[in-house]
């Protein structure tokens, strides 16, 4: 059912964004190229000799052109090998392997529960627009975007772990080893990370409602006399849930974002923790294999909020331009 | 039942006579803060970095009005020298954002073709790195202090500031001013700077006042990460991450630089909202 026109712009989006996968991994290569201290030098420690570093150095191949390594690592990284930790010289493309799903299982928990807070609070707060309800709820979500994802995070600790003792304050369990034991360990840092979206995925649900509880359709619905909840979620919901997809979309890199912080704070072994270390022990295959995976998923991500939209509005379908 | 399908009754013009009251308190603890992180070293503060080891995580009292942290030191001016680096951090990164966003984006915005598309590419993949990591990865490399740090953050803000700026350049650039200004035989720089700059200047500062906000967050971010000033000197969320370990038995020693964050933010979010209302710039902007 997808048209001419939204077959075409999905065709050329997926040339613009296999240029900007191809870009922001060039461009970290080049980043991590000005960390100081190269590789050489981290392995072997401060004691090392210039004699030392220099075999090294040529062991590593880094005393080849930037642009040369970077040709390398990337018909490499074509292949599936994305080269080995300079630090434990485990595989990258393993280390990736086992600590990505950790941080997507954190991700999708995360937005389970922000929208699962969220969708309800958009719908009664437009509903009851400019009421005492829409009021407090406006009042927490500009508290939540002013508080730091880590701090909302020890606030939790304190009164859920600490306090209460309900949830361990860090540590991660494996699912193998135990499936509730792992959503029990995963449930604090993906409400910390929920409650920092939460205001975002609400305020966006919120203005958009208001603007369909206005139109014609709205009113011939509530005319056949349905019911205020067949109106709002069978009715509303739908057409004004456009921009909730897109943020939801552009905001997995927010989340990456604060997962790094998250899984710090939380001692979870995912990606965002794996690049911290990296970044810590210029431990540039490691960084470049996260980036190239990050950057990999925003861009399939984006595709997908595309593809989304064509199903959630017939105007973009038939390419009718609003 | 109210809402459904009713129209909302068209806001009334604001009254200008009476600025609200939680605006003056924004206001307020901005400015009390500016002055007091300006005038820290002359007004007698307790020194930021020597602690009394006699007296560690002490609850607030006459002599140390926020406590005193595991080492001793006292919250109050430690949170008061922090303030100056966030404070710092968050002009500055803005500048830099606003600065170099609004020239791309006008630039981009009032030629199109392929600056347009070379600018908004190199955008789209800055866009494309969650940003705390690349300024996680600047400021590592650059090393940690508060001209580093300012720059790091700076440099994520320059898309969406670029954003902005090219999609009201868009809409202004066939006005009827700006033609008027072009067949007149105006210059390119005068175009540019006299006619079309002047309006970006409500979007681009009400999403300033915003950044402003979230600068101080990423500041905050980095600094309990141990990237922002190095210790002993004090920064906001280098204080948090610092204690956290006694947050069993000293909350206070957590909670309180947090909260002082906590504040500064609000007021600056509640700043923004004011600006934005007074513009009425709609979000569509973005």
Known sequence: MIGAPAARRIRTQILTLVAIVFAATALTFAVTEILPGDAAVAILGDTATEADIKSLRAELGLERPLVVRYADWLANALTGDLGRSYRTREYIATMIGQRLPVTIELIIITQIIALGLAVPAGIIAAYRNRSGVDHALGAVSIGLLSTPAFVIGIGLIYTLSVALGWFPASGYVRPSDSILGNLHSMFLPALTLALAEFPVYMRLLRADMIATLQQDFILVARAKGLGVRDILVGHALRPSSLSLVTVIGINLGRLVGGAVIIETLFAIPGIGQMLVNAVYQHDHFAIQGVILVIATGFVLINLAVDMAYVLLDPRVRHGVDS | ?286
């Open chain 2, 1 to 286: 039942m109210a809402s459904i399908a009713e129209p909302v009754a068209v806001a009334h013009p604001r009254r200008r006579s009476r600025p609200e009251f939680g605006v003056v308190l924004a206001i307020a603890w901005i400015l009390a803060l500016v002055v007091l992180s300006i005038l820290a070293p002359y007004i007698g503060i307790q020194s930021p970095d020597e602690g009394d080891l006699l007296e560690t995580l002490a609850l607030p009292s006459a002599d140390h009005w926020l406590g005193t942290d595991s080492l001793g030191r006292d919250t109050f001016a430690r949170a008061i020298y922090g303030a100056q680096v966030s404070l710092t951090v968050a002009l500055g990164s803005v500048g830099i954002g606003l600065t170099f966003g609004g020239t791309l984006g006008l630039v981009g915005g009032y030629f199109g073709r392929w600056p347009d598309r070379l600018i908004m590419g190199t955008m789209t993949v800055l866009l494309c790195f969650p940003g705390i990591i690349l300024a996680i990865a600047l400021v590592s490399s650059l090393g940690p202090s508060v001209g580093n740090v300012t720059f790091a953050i700076g440099v994520i803000f320059i898309p969406a500031f670029a954003r902005i700026a090219r999609a009201n350049t868009l809409s202004l650039r066939s006005r009827e001013f700006v033609l008027a200004a072009q067949s007149l035989g105006a210059k390119l720089p005068r175009i540019l700077i006299r006619e079309i700059l002047p309006n970006l200047m409500p979007a681009l500062l009400s999403y300033a006042v915003v950044m402003l906000g979230v600068a101080v967050l990423a500041e905050a971010a980095l600094g309990f990460l141990g990237l922002s000033v190095r210790p002993p000197k004090p920064s906001w969320g280098g204080m948090i991450a610092a204690e956290r370990g006694n947050l069993a038995e000293a909350p206070h020693v957590v909670f309180i630089p947090a909260a002082v964050m906590f504040l500064t933010v609000l007021a600056i979010n509640w700043l923004g909202e004011a600006t934005r209302r007074l513009f009425d710039i709609r979000a569509q902007s973005l």
